[in-house]
């Protein structure tokens, strides 16, 4: 192929086919793969997620145990509840669910 402006693009093009065939390719392999499954706290947390979404913040480790304390959620060692898992934390301030949730969280993984 000679090394002129048609020589140049065509082969630019056929490159670039064959960068869309590889894709394509790939992505039909991983078509039969399960989804990768996300370790987020709120599949982790059941129904305890939905409460926290809907408590009130800023709100503290006492609050929180006072409205869902007997709330259970699946920890290495088994169900406890959610006072049982905040148990040996002091009264802190949380600002959002996502910050209970991520305190919880590493509670449940280091049990």
């Keep these: 192929m000679a090394d002129d402006k048609t020589g140049r693009d065509k082969k630019a093009d056929d490159e670039k086919r064959r960068?869309?065939?590889?894709?394509?390719?790939?992505?039909?392999?991983?078509?039969?793969?399960?989804?990768?499954?996300?370790?987020?706290?709120?599949?982790?947390?059941?129904?305890?997620?939905?409460?926290?979404?809907?408590?009130?913040?800023?709100?503290?480790?006492?609050?929180?145990?006072?409205?869902?304390?007997?709330?259970?959620?699946?920890?290495q060692e088994g169900w406890k509840s959610i006072d049982e898992v905040l148990d040996p934390i002091d009264n802190e301030q949380y600002d959002s669910a996502d910050d209970i949730r991520t305190r919880i969280q590493g509670l449940i993984r280091r049990g």
């Design 19 to 75: 960068q869309r065939e590889r894709e394509l390719k790939e992505a039909r392999d991983r078509a039969d793969e399960p989804e990768p499954v996300h370790d987020e706290a709120g599949e982790r947390l059941g129904d305890l997620d939905d409460a926290l979404d809907n408590h009130d913040y800023p709100t503290t480790t006492d609050e929180l145990l006072e409205a869902h304390g007997d709330r259970e959620v699946e920890t």
